[in-house]
Structures are given as C-alpha cells and as structure tokens.
C-alpha cells in the first residue's frame, strides 16, 4: 500500500480495503504482458485496421526501397535468388493425363515449342521458364506480377502472355464500370471483394502516361501475388519484414570497410632537425649541401634510403579495432534468412559449421518453405496458362478433342515435375530410396518423380537396355537391378528341338 492508501486506511478502513481489493481484480485483469502499456510497451501504441488501409499508404515506399536493396544489397540479392533457385531451378516438364496416350505426347511436345520465347511472350524475349523466374522475383520484391493473356496470331498458338509490373495499375480510377462494384487500388471489386478488372496504365511512344487506362477484364488477368489476410486485396513486398535489417547491415558492412582500409593505411611523417627555409637573409637553406629533398618520396620494400643530416622518421600505423565483425554478420543472416522462412545455409551459401545430419535437416525445412511458393506459382501462374492454352489449342483445331466441353476437366488434367535436386551424399540418399521402395514407404512412381523422371518413361528405357543387352549378349540386369542373371544366348540343343522329352520345348 502507498502512502495515500495508509492515511485512508487510518481514518476509513473499509474504504481502503476497497481499494485495495479493486487493486487486486484490475491485476488479474492483466492476462498478457504483451497487451499491457508498461514501462516496456509505453511507447508502443497499434490499431487494428484492414489489410488494404494498412498496406496502402506504405506499399509504394515499401517497393521502392525494396527495388534498391535488389539493386544495391548482394544480401538482398542472396535471398532472391535462393527463392528462384530454388522454386523454379531448371523448370518444370508437363506431363499430359488424358485418357489418350497419343494426345498426350502431342500435347506434350506442342507446350515444349510454345515456351519458346517468340511463341509464349508477345514482347518474344522471355521462355516461359524465364518468365516463371521473373516471376518469382518480383514478388519476393515488388510483392506480385501481373500477367495478361493477348490472343494474337504471332506464334505456334493465338494465345501469348504479356507480363506488366504492379506500377501498371492505375490508382487513380475510382468509377467501377457496373454500378455496385468499387474500384481500389485500380483493381474492380464486386461486394465480395473478387476482381473483376484491372485499369492498366497506356503510355505514348515517348514515354508519357495518357489520361485513359485500359480496361482489362479479370478473365483475361493472372495476379500472381500472397494473400496472407482475408481483407487483403493488393500485393506488399515479401522482403518487407526484413528490409530495415538488410539496410542496417549494409550499412554495418560500408563502415567495417571504411575502418579496415584506413587499419591499412601506413604513412611516414619526416621530423626535421633544420626548420624550412623562412623570410630574410638569416633563412636557413634545407635545400643546400648535404640536406635531402624528400618530395614525391614513397616506401617500397627493402628501400634504402639516406636521409639529411638530424632528420627523424615517424610512422603512423592505424591498427584495427579488436572487435570481429564475422560474428555479428552471421548472427543478422541467420536472422535475415529466418525472416524469409530460411535457414543461414541456404542464404549465405556458407556450410563450413554443417555435417550431413545438419545440412539434411535444414535442406527439409527450407523444402517446406520452397514448397509453398511452388504450389502457388503451379496453381495460380503455371496450371492458369496451361488450360488456356489448352483451349486455345482446341478452339485453333491444333488439338482433336472430341466432346470437349463436357470433358474439359479431363482433358485439362495434368501435373508439372520439377527437374531433380542433386543429393547431398549419394551413398546414404540412394540406400534410403532403395529401402523406402522395399519397405513399401515408397512407390517406384513416387522415386521417380522426386528425380524429375517419368515413372513411364523410365520403365521403358530400362526395357529397352535390358532388350538391346540380350539381343548383344550381355546381361545388363545386373547393372540396372543389382541382380547377377546370365544372358540365355546359347543355340537350341539338337535333343531340344526334336526329342520327344516335353522340358525341352518349354521356355
């Protein structure tokens, strides 16, 4: 009890036993730390508001910033493309599933020569692969991508993609084309927030923007971007909780160098016994007999040099602070890695601190990271382009599709394998696969899809070699299987052939 609290307590007990049990029930009423305005969080005020009011007012600065760390930070850029190795690497291959085999293979190979660049990109620089990478790096900066499909008559197919950056959109309109509809963020909603079109910037030859936007219908968009609350509409950038960090060691990094290049710095400051020559005739002449001019000298090693008569050298040799700066840039990546959902190793490339167990174990937690922005760009990029492409296939008559639109959703199924990762120790991944597949906790499909090949596909190939070793007399079961098998390459016995015994027909 305060002092207050005793002088009530002398003349009113029963008001300051009061007090002091709605003291108690205010303290209870305190659940969480968090949530309390003390000494710790007093400078600490939040509000709640909306996903779009609360990234509107910073999006456009966000990007920026984001955009010159890109630019400017290998710290940033060692992020960015850890997500676009990782999530797109070497591709994806397509592998049709109608009930066809041969419209499968057809499908299959006219989408190889569409992703070619003059066939899928209407600017005709970019392979779908390419524009997939692009893709992937202007979300993790700029926060997401449009994509809009143009049906022209250039290429194989009367469908290509036109990618535009997020800048595109024309803030600026606010009238929606159907009453009841609202325009935000240059985007159309109706009133369950869906998009409905998007108001894209034109601009002239000379670069400057025109007062009318073009309407594109959302049918026509692909808006590749995260969604992380149910009232967000818009993109923010990905890297928008670690950017201040980014800087900070940027920053960190500029002035460690600035420090050591002046740490190596070694300057020679010559001390005179005779002062310079002064005003008059008493002057004395360090010019003269015996006295070494000393101008544009410099060190070199093993110099010897012979100095004037008095003169003294002192050297200034900055020596550099004890403190090590390696510590602390490994402590901000693994801190800046952890923000993006991965692992020091993964960012920094450094494994020198790694063995196999720890190097694995984080190898599977940045998979469930890769993992999620993979099936995102697969769902809402990639499978978006491909069924449009399947029906402008159709509607063009490169595909013979019978009944088509009662069975679109089987002639639209497919799936993408991504090209394989190479293992960290062979000898321990391929002894696991090989007892996961005897055990059962693996299908041979399943094998071959983690190594990028079709289970099909694979089969064949390994008939085809067990085929051709025979027809050549080598046994090549062993080399494929493991399993020593002799090649029956011997000419049928006499007794085989015409005897009357039944074992020697048998095969």
């Known amino acids: ?85 990782n999530v797109i690497g070497k591709g994806f ?97 109706n009133g369950y927030n869906m998009a409905i079109g998007y108001y894209i910037k034109q601009y002239d030859i000379e670069g400057f923007q025109t007062n009318v936007p073009v309407y594109v219908q959302a049918k026509d968009v692909i808006f590749y971007y995260t969604k992380n609350r149910p009232s967000q509409i818009r993109e923010i950038s990905d890297l928008a909780p670690t950017i201040t960090r980014i800087r900070d060691i940027n920053e960190f990094v500029t002035a460690v160098s600035v420090k050591e290049r002046i740490a190596a710095c070694l300057a020679v400051f010559v001390k005179k016994a005779l002062p310079t020559a002064g005003l008059g005739r008493g002057s004395t002449v360090t010019n003269g007999a015996g006295q070494v001019d000393y101008a544009g000298k410099s060190l070199t090693p093993g110099m010897i040099k012979e100095m004037g008569p008095g003169d003294e050298i002192q050297v200034v040799d900055p020596k550099a602070a004890a403190t090590d700066a390696t510590g602390f840039l490994k402590l901000q990546y693994g801190l ?21 167990a720890s190097a694995r174990q984080g190898s599977i937690e940045d998979e469930c990271t890769f993992s999620e922005e993979i099936e995102l760009l697969q769902e809402r990029l990639m499978s978006e382009v491909y069924e449009t492409f399947i029906i402008s296939g159709y509607l063009a008559g490169v595909f013979n599709m019978p009944g088509f639109w009662d069975k679109k959703a089987e002639y639209l199924e497919h799936e993408w394998v991504s090209a394989p990762k190479k293992w960290i120790d062979p000898a321990k991944e391929s002894n696991a696969n090989k007892t996961a597949l005897a055990t059962g906790q693996k299908t041979f499909k399943q094998i071959a899809a983690e190594n990028g090949k079709d289970w099909k596909t694979q089969v064949d190939d390994m008939a085809e070699v067990l085929a051709y070793g025979k027809e050549k007399g080598i046994e090549m079961g062993g080399v494929i299987f493991g399993q020593a098998q002799e090649a029956d390459t011997s000419e049928p016995s006499e007794q085989g052939t015409t005897g009357g015994g039944g074992d020697g027909d048998k095969e």
């Open 336 to 356: 800046i890695g952890a923000g993006q959902g991965l692992s020091y190793e993964a960012t920094s490339r450094d494994m020198s601190q790694t063995n196999y």
């Open 1 to 85: 009890m305060g002092f207050l609290d005793n002088i009530i307590g002398a003349f009113s007990p029963r008001a300051a036993c009061e007090r002091e049990a709605w003291r108690h029930q205010l303290d209870e009423l305190r659940h969480y730390d968090a949530g309390s305005y003390g000494r710790s969080n007093a400078n600490w005020y939040m509000f709640n508001e909306s996903a779009e009011i609360t990234d509107r007012y910073n999006r456009d600065t966000i990007r920026a910033r984001a955009r010159d760390l890109e630019r400017n930070s290998d710290i940033a850029q060692s992020v960015i493309r850890a997500y676009r190795r």
């Open 93 to 189: 291959t397509l592998q049709a599933k109608t009930a066809k085999p041969e419209l499968n293979k057809q499908i299959e190979k006219v989408w190889k020569t569409w992703c070619k660049a003059q066939n899928c990109d209407v600017t005709g620089t970019q392979s779908f692969n390419q524009m997939c990478g692009m893709a992937v790096n202007r979300k993790k900066v700029d926060g997401g991508i449009l994509f809009i499909k143009r049906y022209t008559n250039e290429g194989i197919m009367p469908f290509q993609l036109q990618a535009i950056e997020v800048d595109e959109l024309d803030i600026t309109q606010t009238s929606p084309k159907k009453a009841g509809n609202k325009v935000v963020g240059g985007i159309e909603y």
